[in-house]
């Protein structure tokens, strides 16, 4: 068992860290006051391949494994956690669905330009009535002919400010319940989307996150993914992959915050000495840096189990509940750590803090999370 | 026997290049120790080697010269054929040369064609003895010490067989003198015109344009020299007074958060925590309190000089040189006072 | 075009820290990267085949670890890789290390070689034209833009530090890189896939030793040799002057700047 990252995978982590260092950070600030993700990056995030990683060159896609998307997202989360999940719902959520269940016309048709730099993905999942409890969704699909019509609202859609292709989940026959779910393949350009304004939120305030709207929307039946009533079945388990995303974002937005921290001890003065020799904030950093080793470690386990086609739905679900709870708590003892200032816009750890929150809400939320941990347990 | 030290003038449209000067102050310098003659190869077109007065001033014995159309602007192979024959036909013990974009082309080719040893960039050089073992006698070589991995340490190199050890120098890292014989009269010298094989075929580039332009703004970690002002300058209007201290001394313009933040100049020169890291050969540090923000950005300077009022101003931690003053006074005077020392010492 | 690129694998010289107990240099952890100036010139070189098409080998004289530097090259879109690598060649000077290039050069065959200009630990910028001179082409050095005009001959802008030349250089030829030559471009994720699936040729002494004289490589065939190294004086707690009436201020000031050469 081997727990370094080959010659291979280290040199991807370069790039990403070199990439993300250059061209993420500098623009986090702005990006977070303005609530505007930039275009160019985004651009760039494609140029670089960052945006297809774990997808078969056949289609376009990078051709690398799931554990260096995994280090993608942790290396440009640490700077910011929007392109953090603004590659996310387009790798693990978007891409996947068509992916793990497109057939082969469908792959080179739409996963394609997704992977190979040309498009952008998003999810339509939930609804302003239905979160956790997906099942309950009300949006639409009604069959006629060559054709299914789609009407409904999903809400919290991430990136549909500006995707190309939307992953749409709707119900085609409500009598069967979850199993009356069908996953369809939409596109900007059809009439009858319309995408609401960015969400006013805590944190991933960059990331462009709206309520869209489908009225009346004619998708043609090739557009729909696997058969009727596969829906729910592939939305989750494009969630299963979605979680290993969310567990590194979260290691990422740690590492960031603490080593900001770490920087800032090392230098501010109280008492006629650094702040870094007081065996108190020793301690703590000790205690920080664990807990994000631990979650990345557990991160990077189920990643492989999923890049050796191993079950890892519950390590998915393991990753994302400890990296999540441990972001949250370990960024909110970073602003303590550099007291005043760590409060302070100027520094990055208060949006480093914001940004944690999410990740214990979406794709899943801790709760859920939970529920997916204790079912494989069978222990009721 | 290997005999003499040579130094390979540069000169840009005829006018001769100060480091020359300096490198044959050196090999004077060097010379006295060896008890040998010290010659400058100067190559041009025609007329370069007019006035050679300079030359003697700064300590050369004798000028070899090459005149021709082809040696008019620079250009590799035209250079490296006429200094190769002159320095196969005269075996030279030393030879040394400006380490700038010329020299640092010129040098290694030669070294190269006439298969000897080059050490670049030296900051200092010596004639010590040297012998491999306590039986043999020693002999007398060139010590050459220069900075090597990215100028975080120092290393001194051995030419021990090969012959001529060669050696460029930076400008300005050598003292150059200028010796005025007795009766104030320039000391005298040889002239020697060296009739080199240079032909026209040598000459295998074509030079289609030359462009003579102003140094270019550089972003301020590339700076080597920076003037920054802090808080303490007290106005943006006293950033023009900093400037005009800078062109004096071939430097840039940096500044704290704090002018940043008012506005008084653009942020991509500011120094510090959320600002660039820089590490010039000097940094002057003008009003600057020396809070560890900026700080954290300046440290690794060569050298720091700081002016500030404020006798318990952090900056004076880090300062080579603290001068406890008002800027605005010592700012202007020593702009003034600049002026002409550079006066006294143009060349 | 057939274009080789000579880089070298360097420790990033700007990450190297003094142990201020001992005044030595720490050595370990300090990343390896490919020199700045030399991965310029593979942007050019990248470029250039962008253009007029043609083929781009990387081409690498170092210890084994350097197949790191190499497959970083590949991963930028360079075609193929070769690490220069042996025994023999170690300990060489920037005269021997420029015959042992040439050899490999000659065997790789070139239109254009494309060197950095200087490596920021060794900062000698002798080894491309020492290169140029070994194998008996022109040499532009310090360029800081390339263009091509016809399928012989290349358009060059050469820095000096008061001026440029436009300088017409027919190939094969060698220029060295400035940084100002081109803003390297990232790897691809997919670059890095296929880096690492491809061979990298060695070539050791065996390979070239026809065309090598051995009493002209490695410690024995280098001229200079390093005699000693030794780190700088740590800078210590500097001088604060107190007391001084402006005038006195800037004598010191000017002093201090004179001794040190920095006016």
């Given at each position: 068992?081997?727990?370094?990252?080959?010659?291979?995978?280290?040199?991807?982590?370069?790039?990403?860290?070199?990439?993300?260092?250059?061209?993420?950070?500098?623009?986090?600030?702005?990006?977070?006051?303005?609530?505007?993700?930039?275009?160019?990056?985004?651009?760039k995030?494609?140029?670089?391949?960052?945006?297809?990683?774990?997808?078969?060159?056949?289609?376009?896609?990078?051709?690398?494994?799931?554990?260096?998307y995994?280090?993608?997202?942790?290396?440009?989360?640490?700077?910011?956690?929007?392109?953090?999940?603004t590659?996310?719902?387009?790798?693990?959520?978007?891409?996947?669905?068509?992916?793990?269940?497109?057939?082969?016309?469908?792959?080179q048709?739409?996963?394609?330009?997704?992977?190979?730099?040309?498009?952008?993905?998003?999810?339509?999942?939930?609804?302003?009535?239905?979160?956790t409890?997906?099942?309950?969704q009300?949006?639409?699909?009604?069959?006629?002919?060559?054709?299914?019509?789609?009407?409904?609202?999903?809400?919290?859609?991430t990136?549909?400010?500006f995707?190309?292709t939307?992953?749409?989940?709707?119900?085609?026959?409500?009598?069967?319940?979850?199993?009356?779910?069908?996953?369809?393949v939409?596109?900007?350009?059809?009439?009858?989307?319309?995408?609401?304004?960015?969400?006013?939120?805590?944190?991933i305030r960059?990331?462009?996150?709206?309520?869209?709207?489908?009225?009346?929307?004619?998708?043609?039946?090739?557009?729909?993914?696997?058969?009727?009533?596969?829906?729910?079945?592939?939305?989750?388990?494009?969630?299963?992959?979605?979680?290993?995303g969310?567990?590194?974002?979260?290691?990422?937005?740690?590492?960031?915050?603490?080593?900001e921290?770490?920087?800032?001890?090392?230098?501010?003065?109280?008492?006629?000495?650094?702040?870094?020799?007081?065996?108190?904030?020793?301690?703590?950093?000790?205690?920080?840096q664990?807990?994000?080793?631990?979650?990345?470690?557990?991160?990077?386990?189920?990643?492989?189990?999923?890049d050796?086609?191993?079950?890892?739905g519950?390590?998915?679900?393991?990753a994302?509940?400890?990296?999540?709870?441990?972001?949250?708590?370990?960024?909110?003892?970073c602003v303590q750590?550099?007291?005043?200032?760590?409060?302070?816009?100027?520094?990055?750890?208060?949006?480093?803090?914001?940004?944690?929150?999410?990740?214990?809400?979406?794709?899943?939320?801790?709760?859920?999370?939970?529920?997916?941990?204790?079912?494989?347990?069978?222990?009721? | 026997?290997?005999?003499?030290i040579?130094?390979?003038?540069?000169?840009?449209?005829?006018v001769?290049?100060?480091?020359?000067?300096?490198?044959?102050?050196?090999?004077?310098?060097?010379?006295?120790?060896?008890?040998e003659?010290v010659?400058?190869?100067?190559?041009?077109?025609?007329?370069?080697a007019?006035?050679?007065?300079?030359?003697y001033?700064?300590?050369a014995?004798?000028?070899?010269?090459?005149?021709?159309?082809?040696?008019?602007?620079?250009?590799?192979?035209?250079?490296?054929?006429?200094?190769?024959?002159?320095?196969?036909?005269?075996?030279?013990?030393i030879?040394?040369?400006?380490?700038?974009?010329?020299?640092?082309?010129?040098?290694?080719?030669?070294?190269?064609?006439?298969?000897?040893?080059?050490?670049a960039?030296?900051?200092?050089?010596?004639?010590?003895?040297?012998?491999?073992?306590?039986?043999t006698?020693?002999?007398?070589?060139?010590?050459?010490t220069?900075?090597?991995?990215?100028?975080?340490?120092?290393?001194?190199?051995?030419?021990?067989?090969?012959?001529?050890?060669?050696?460029?120098?930076?400008?300005?890292?050598?003292?150059?003198?200028?010796?005025?014989?007795?009766c104030?009269?320039?000391?005298?010298?040889?002239?020697?015109?060296?009739?080199s094989?240079?032909?026209?075929?040598?000459?295998?580039?074509?030079?289609?344009?030359?462009?003579?332009?102003?140094?270019?703004?550089?972003?301020?970690?590339?700076?080597?020299?920076?003037?920054?002002?802090?808080?303490?300058?007290?106005?943006?209007?006293?950033?023009?007074?900093l400037?005009?201290?800078?062109?004096?001394?071939?430097?840039?313009?940096?500044?704290?958060?704090?002018n940043?933040?008012?506005?008084?100049?653009?942020?991509?020169?500011?120094?510090?925590?959320?600002?660039?890291?820089?590490?010039?050969?000097?940094?002057?540090?003008?009003?600057?309190?020396?809070?560890?923000?900026h700080?954290a950005?300046?440290?690794?300077s060569?050298?720091?000089?700081?002016?500030?009022?404020?006798?318990?101003?952090?900056?004076?931690?880090?300062?080579?040189?603290?001068?406890?003053?008002?800027?605005?006074?010592?700012?202007?005077?020593?702009?003034?006072?600049?002026?002409?020392?550079?006066?006294?010492?143009?060349? | 075009?057939?274009?080789?690129?000579?880089i070298?694998?360097?420790?990033?010289?700007?990450?190297?820290?003094?142990?201020?107990?001992?005044?030595?240099?720490?050595?370990?952890?300090?990343?390896s990267?490919?020199?700045?100036?030399d991965?310029?010139?593979?942007?050019?070189?990248l470029?250039?085949?962008e253009?007029?098409?043609?083929?781009?080998?990387?081409?690498?004289?170092g210890?084994?670890?350097?197949?790191?530097?190499?497959?970083?090259?590949?991963?930028?879109?360079?075609?193929?890789?070769?690490?220069?690598?042996?025994?023999?060649?170690?300990?060489s000077?920037?005269?021997?290390?420029?015959?042992?290039?040439?050899?490999?050069?000659?065997?790789?065959?070139?239109d254009?070689?494309?060197?950095g200009r200087?490596?920021?630990?060794?900062?000698?910028?002798?080894v491309?034209?020492?290169?140029?001179?070994?194998?008996?082409?022109?040499?532009?050095?310090?360029?800081?833009?390339v263009?091509?005009?016809?399928?012989?001959?290349l358009?060059?802008?050469?820095?000096?530090?008061?001026?440029?030349?436009?300088?017409?250089?027919?190939?094969?030829?060698?220029?060295?890189?400035?940084?100002?030559?081109?803003?390297?471009?990232?790897?691809t994720v997919?670059?890095?896939?296929?880096?690492?699936?491809?061979?990298?040729?060695?070539?050791?002494?065996?390979?070239?030793?026809?065309?090598?004289?051995?009493?002209?490589?490695?410690?024995?065939?280098?001229?200079?040799?390093?005699?000693?190294?030794?780190?700088?004086?740590?800078?210590?707690?500097?001088?604060?002057?107190?007391?001084?009436?402006p005038?006195?201020?800037?004598?010191?000031?000017?002093?201090?700047?004179?001794?040190?050469?920095?006016?």
């Amino acid at each position: 068992m081997n727990f370094s990252l080959s010659k291979e995978h280290l040199l991807q982590q370069e790039l990403f860290q070199k990439f993300a260092e250059k061209e993420v950070k500098p623009l986090a600030e702005e990006m977070d006051e303005t609530e505007q993700y930039s275009m160019e990056l985004l651009a760039k995030l494609h140029k670089a391949g960052m945006m297809g990683i774990p997808y078969s060159m056949e289609y376009g896609g990078a051709g690398s494994d799931y554990l260096a998307y995994a280090l993608c997202m942790e290396e440009v989360s640490k700077h910011d956690a929007s392109t953090g999940i603004t590659i996310s719902v387009h790798t693990s959520l978007a891409c996947s669905c068509i992916d793990g269940f497109g057939t082969e016309e469908q792959k080179q048709k739409f996963l394609r330009p997704l992977v190979d730099g040309s498009k952008t993905g998003c999810y339509g999942l939930t609804e302003p009535n239905a979160g956790t409890d997906a099942a309950g969704q009300q949006t639409k699909a009604v069959l006629n002919g060559d054709h299914y019509i789609i009407n409904g609202t999903k809400i919290f859609t991430t990136n549909s400010g500006f995707a190309d292709t939307f992953v749409v989940f709707a119900m085609t026959d409500k009598s069967l319940g979850t199993k009356g779910i069908s996953a369809f393949v939409l596109e900007r350009e059809m009439e009858g989307i319309k995408v609401g304004p960015n969400i006013r939120r805590m944190g991933i305030r960059a990331a462009s996150n709206c309520e869209v709207s489908y009225e009346n929307v004619i998708v043609p039946v090739e557009n729909r993914l696997g058969k009727e009533g596969q829906g729910f079945k592939i939305a989750m388990k494009a969630l299963d992959g979605g979680r290993i995303g969310i567990a590194a974002q979260a290691v990422g937005i740690a590492q960031g915050a603490l080593n900001e921290a770490i920087k800032y001890v090392k230098e501010r003065k109280q008492f006629g000495k650094t702040i870094s020799s007081f065996q108190n904030t020793q301690f703590k950093i000790a205690d920080l840096q664990t807990h994000i080793d631990v979650a990345r470690l557990i991160t990077w386990q189920a990643a492989v189990a999923k890049d050796n086609n191993e079950d890892y739905g519950k390590l998915a679900a393991q990753a994302k509940l400890f990296a999540s709870k441990m972001a949250n708590d370990v960024c909110r003892e970073c602003v303590q750590l550099m007291g005043g200032y760590g409060y302070c816009r100027e520094y990055p750890v208060e949006r480093a803090l914001r940004d944690a929150k999410i990740t214990e809400i979406y794709e899943g939320t801790s709760e859920a999370m939970k529920m997916v941990i204790s079912g494989s347990m069978k222990i009721f | 026997m290997s005999k003499d030290i040579y130094v390979v003038a540069e000169q840009r449209d005829a006018v001769i290049q100060k480091v020359s000067f300096e490198l044959i102050s050196e090999a004077k310098r060097l010379s006295m120790v060896t008890g040998e003659k010290v010659y400058a190869i100067l190559a041009g077109a025609k007329g370069v080697a007019e006035d050679l007065g300079d030359f003697y001033r700064a300590g050369a014995d004798g000028v070899i010269y090459v005149e021709d159309e082809l040696l008019k602007e620079y250009t590799t192979e035209p250079y490296t054929k006429v200094v190769s024959e002159i320095l196969l036909a005269k075996d030279p013990n030393i030879v040394l040369f400006g380490a700038t974009s010329i020299g640092r082309d010129l040098a290694p080719r030669v070294a190269a064609r006439i298969h000897t040893g080059l050490t670049a960039d030296c900051t200092k050089l010596e004639i010590l003895d040297w012998s491999p073992n306590q039986e043999t006698e020693p002999e007398k070589l060139l010590y050459m010490t220069r900075p090597a991995f990215g100028g975080n340490i120092m290393a001194t190199i051995l030419c021990k067989e090969k012959r001529p050890q060669m050696a460029t120098v930076r400008p300005g890292v050598m003292k150059r003198e200028d010796i005025i014989a007795e009766c104030g009269a320039t000391p005298e010298g040889t002239k020697e015109e060296f009739k080199s094989t240079l032909k026209k075929e040598d000459m295998n580039v074509v030079i289609r344009e030359v462009v003579k332009c102003k140094v270019q703004k550089t972003d301020i970690i590339e700076a080597k020299a920076l003037i920054s002002g802090g808080r303490g300058i007290g106005s943006p209007e006293a950033f023009s007074m900093l400037k005009e201290l800078a062109e004096l001394l071939e430097a840039d313009i940096s500044s704290s958060r704090a002018n940043v933040d008012a506005g008084w100049i653009d942020r991509d020169r500011q120094v510090g925590q959320t600002g660039k890291t820089v590490r010039p050969s000097l940094y002057m540090a003008c009003g600057i309190s020396g809070a560890i923000q900026h700080v954290a950005g300046m440290e690794d300077s060569d050298y720091v000089i700081a002016i500030n009022k404020n006798e318990t101003a952090a900056i004076f931690d880090v300062a080579d040189l603290g001068i406890v003053g008002d800027l605005k006074i010592i700012i202007p005077k020593l702009i003034e006072g600049l002026k002409r020392y550079k006066e006294l010492n143009r060349c | 075009m057939k274009i080789v690129v000579c880089i070298k694998q360097v420790p990033d010289t700007n990450e190297v820290k003094l142990d201020p107990v001992t005044n030595t240099l720490i050595r370990e952890g300090v990343p390896s990267i490919i020199n700045h100036d030399d991965k310029s010139g593979i942007e050019a070189a990248l470029k250039l085949k962008e253009q007029v098409g043609g083929e781009v080998v990387v081409v690498c004289m170092g210890p084994k670890q350097a197949d790191v530097a190499l497959r970083e090259a590949l991963a930028m879109g360079c075609d193929k890789a070769m690490l220069v690598s042996a025994r023999e060649f170690g300990g060489s000077d920037t005269y021997a290390t420029a015959k042992i290039i040439a050899a490999a050069l000659r065997k790789i065959g070139y239109d254009l070689v494309i060197t950095g200009r200087q490596a920021i630990d060794g900062d000698t910028a002798q080894v491309g034209p020492q290169i140029a001179e070994n194998l008996g082409i022109p040499q532009v050095s310090y360029v800081e833009g390339v263009e091509v005009l016809n399928e012989s001959t290349l358009l060059v802008q050469r820095q000096y530090e008061d001026r440029y030349h436009m300088i017409e250089v027919k190939m094969p030829c060698l220029l060295t890189a400035l940084t100002e030559l081109g803003e390297p471009r990232y790897m691809t994720v997919k670059g890095i896939v296929e880096a690492y699936r491809q061979e990298i040729e060695v070539m050791d002494y065996e390979m070239l030793k026809d065309d090598l004289d051995i009493a002209t490589i490695g410690l024995k065939g280098s001229p200079t040799n390093v005699y000693k190294s030794f780190t700088k004086q740590a800078k210590g707690a500097g001088t604060k002057l107190t007391e001084l009436s402006p005038d006195e201020a800037v004598d010191a000031i000017i002093n201090a700047l004179q001794e040190r050469h920095l006016v």
